[in-house]
């Protein structure tokens, strides 16, 4: 058997924690630079505010007062989604966590009898522990433990656990389920199969194996093969990426070049510590810049300059050094930029690094990635601060998000001694 786990409109839910203020009222968090809403509490949904709208569409709301907004606020919500992950590593034999917000519970070995009661004991546990809400799904494969979890959620009646545990329970979830809900369906494939005259889940578990084979392929069969009880998922295993990007747009445009050198060297940096974390090196360096295409009235620009490095690194000196040679072969005075970003690609093990025969600076790369390891060492430590205490003189002094707009932005309240909650 397999639970899925989801924690309850997440980001909201984060910000009640510290907040307590805001339950039972309207909530949406927002997108970076305040641009769109990315979170609705179920206040908000019955308001009719949909996901992705723009926030300047829903902006009245807030200051008749029936709407508080709040700023992406990432380091609060991933904090508290690591506790959340941690209380339920403990509890179970396997975990596989799928997003910030959703874990796949592996239950071998446990009674079947003993399920409802230990996700019982883990939605308490981790309300009063965390303080973040979840819903828990039950169900003989990754799929219908999906489904689960959306009744779960739903219906207060479940108490926040649905198991899925017979056939005729499975039948009537997937008859109430459109097929567009299903997970591996979504947007793309939903409307070929209701052009088809699948309207649920159901329907679509009831065709023929030969059937779906025909018309949705190897995707189609392990989706159906899912709904009818047989595991057919493997386990989602994290691969390298091929490429990584960090990029933003500005709060408010850009035409001062020396400010522009500081944003790039910010977004390389982010770079290159992400591609140590992931025990990577990068064969090239990529860096673009955007004017606002909104703007009619204005110049448009979209340069990018790409270069490749002589032997793959991932040390912050090099990848911010080979991006700032780059931008300065794209930038043009009298534009007003709006959006920029730093791609690294050809991603390789930075155990498999393939050195030059006459590689002249082998020294100096040592010297380069033992201190990259130091900052990183020291930033980790410092992370819940809000700014990175080591960096190289062409990067903003201050937190990376420095320059992005955050007016409804909450404090990090468990990350930062600076912000813990005072009592009086």
Request: aromatic share 8%; proline share 3%.
């Amino acid at each position: 058997m397999f639970a899925l786990v989801d924690c309850n409109n997440f980001f909201v839910s984060c910000e009640r924690v510290f907040q307590p203020q805001l339950e039972g009222k309207a909530v949406v968090v927002l997108s970076n630079n305040d641009g769109c809403v990315v979170a609705r509490s179920n206040e908000s949904k019955a308001m009719g505010i949909k996901m992705c709208t723009p926030f300047y569409q829903v902006k009245h709301f807030v200051d008749e007062g029936r709407l508080h907004a709040c700023s992406s606020n990432y380091a609060l919500y991933g904090d508290l989604s690591d506790r959340v992950m941690s209380l339920l590593a403990d509890a179970v034999p396997k975990i596989e966590i799928y997003s910030i917000d959703e874990a796949f519970l592996h239950l071998d070995g446990i009674q079947e009898g003993q399920i409802p009661q230990l996700c019982r004991d883990l939605v308490e546990k981790i309300r009063k522990w965390v303080g973040v809400p979840v819903s828990i799904g039950v169900a003989p494969t990754k799929t219908l433990a999906k489904i689960a979890s959306h009744f779960a959620k739903k219906y207060k009646g479940y108490r926040g656990v649905c198991m899925m545990d017979t056939d005729g329970k499975r039948l009537k979830a997937l008859s109430m389920t459109p097929i567009e809900d299903v997970w591996g369906i979504g947007r793309r494939l939903a409307p070929q199969m209701t052009s088809k005259g699948i309207q649920t889940a159901l329907d679509f578990a009831q065709r023929p194996r030969e059937w779906v084979e025909a018309n949705f392929h190897v995707p189609g069969l392990r989706t159906w093969a899912e709904l009818n009880g047989t595991v057919s998922l493997e386990e989602e295993r994290a691969e390298r990426r091929q490429s990584i990007c960090t990029s933003r747009s500005f709060a408010d445009m850009i035409d001062d070049e020396k400010e522009l050198v500081l944003r790039v060297s910010d977004f390389a940096a982010m770079c290159a510590r992400k591609l140590r974390e992931e025990h990577s090196a990068a064969c090239d360096v990529t860096v673009f810049l955007y004017t606002n295409r909104f703007r009619d009235d204005l110049k448009q620009y979209f340069p990018s300059a790409t270069l490749r490095l002589e032997v793959a690194a991932n040390s912050t000196q090099e990848i911010v050094g080979t991006a700032l040679k780059a931008f300065r072969t794209i930038f043009r005075p009298g534009y007003k930029y709006k959006k920029a970003g730093v791609i690294v690609g050809s991603i390789v093990p930075d155990d498999c690094v393939q050195v030059s025969l006459f590689d002249y600076d082998e020294e100096l790369r040592k010297k380069q990635d033992r201190l990259s390891m130091v900052m990183d060492a020291v930033n980790s430590a410092a992370e819940g601060s809000g700014s990175s205490l080591l960096r190289l003189a062409t990067q903003r002094p201050g937190h990376y998000a420095d320059g992005i707009r955050s007016d409804f932005c909450s404090r990090l309240y468990s990350t930062s001694l600076d912000d813990i909650i005072e009592v009086h």
